[in-house]
């Protein structure tokens, strides 16, 4: 890998790496000349992906996000196998729920502790290791629900505003000391999470879903030093849609 390449010395830790938008985050970080832990439940497929992207810069870590122990481990094994840790994406995450009257306490609780929870145990577990370097950067994939309300989401929205939150609450502690934490807000994007789903595009300004990659470019931007001075930003990624309303111009 040239010594040219946007991020030919980093390494980093993508949660939820196996499927979506974490999968194509850690192809495109891997193309930029990055060195990558791919971590998700999912083990099989996450394997493999990482054998896809080339054992020799990708490596696979079997990772619950909702559990403190399971992130001291990957953090470990990912230090044991790249020497370092540059860069933490926290993209693994779970939709469901229903509205406000909808949403069982079991639901609550499970979408809090894959998307909130999980955020700050990774924060948190990969923290020592992201002080040692003299930048680096941490990437929360929140939702344009974290932007927005979100009429029938009501655990999904709060989980997403609560990242949002964490986002900047960190970016405040963190900055003097060189670690990066910004949030990416992605609106409709085609992946095996909203395949599912109907789509409302007519709100949306492009007139189309976005794909995974569109995310991931941004990704890259945040993680690499050309972000350098973009610390406690929170950057939506949906083709217009929380711009505003466009009602005034149907009048
Ligand atoms: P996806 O394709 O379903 O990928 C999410 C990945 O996270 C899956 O591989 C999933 O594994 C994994 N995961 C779930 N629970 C986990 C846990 N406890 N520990 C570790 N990994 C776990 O979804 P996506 O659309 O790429 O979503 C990625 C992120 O973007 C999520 O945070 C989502 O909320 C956010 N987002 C997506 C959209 C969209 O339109 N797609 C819009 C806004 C925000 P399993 O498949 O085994 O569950």
């Not at 639901?107 to 040692?132: H, I, K, Q």
């Not at 789509?199 to 931007?221: K, Y």
């Amino acid at each position: 890998m040239s010594a040219l390449s946007r991020l030919h010395d980093k390494v980093a830790l993508v949660s939820g790496a196996a499927s979506g938008i974490g999968l194509a985050t850690a192809r495109r970080l891997t193309e930029e000349g990055a060195c990558v832990v791919l971590a998700d439940l999912d083990a099989e497929t996450g394997a493999s992906r990482a054998e896809e992207l080339g054992t020799d810069r990708a490596h696979f870590a079997e990772l619950d996000v909702t559990d403190p122990g399971s992130w001291a481990a990957v953090v470990h094994r990912s230090l044991d196998r790249f020497g370092q840790l540059d860069g933490l994406v926290n993209c693994a995450g779970v939709g469901g729920g229903g509205s406000l009257c909808e949403t069982s306490e079991e639901d609550w609780r499970r979408v809090m502790s894959v998307n909130l929870d999980g955020v700050f145990f990774g924060m948190r577990a990969a923290l020592p290791a992201l002080l040692e370097r003299e930048t680096s950067s941490v990437v929360n994939i929140s939702s344009i629900a974290g932007l927005v309300g979100f009429k029938g989401s009501a655990a999904y929205a709060a989980s997403k505003w609560g990242v949002h939150g964490l986002t900047k609450t960190a970016a405040l502690e963190l900055g003097e000391h060189g670690v990066r934490v910004n949030s990416v807000h992605p609106g409709s994007i085609a992946t095996p999470l909203t395949a599912g789903l109907t789509r409302g595009i007519g709100q949306i300004p492009a007139g189309r879903v976005g794909a995974p990659e569109e995310i991931a470019h941004l990704v890259v931007h945040l993680v690499s030093d050309e972000s350098r001075f973009t610390n406690g930003a929170s950057i939506a990624v949906d083709g217009g849609e929380t711009a505003g309303n466009s009602l005034r111009g149907l009048l």
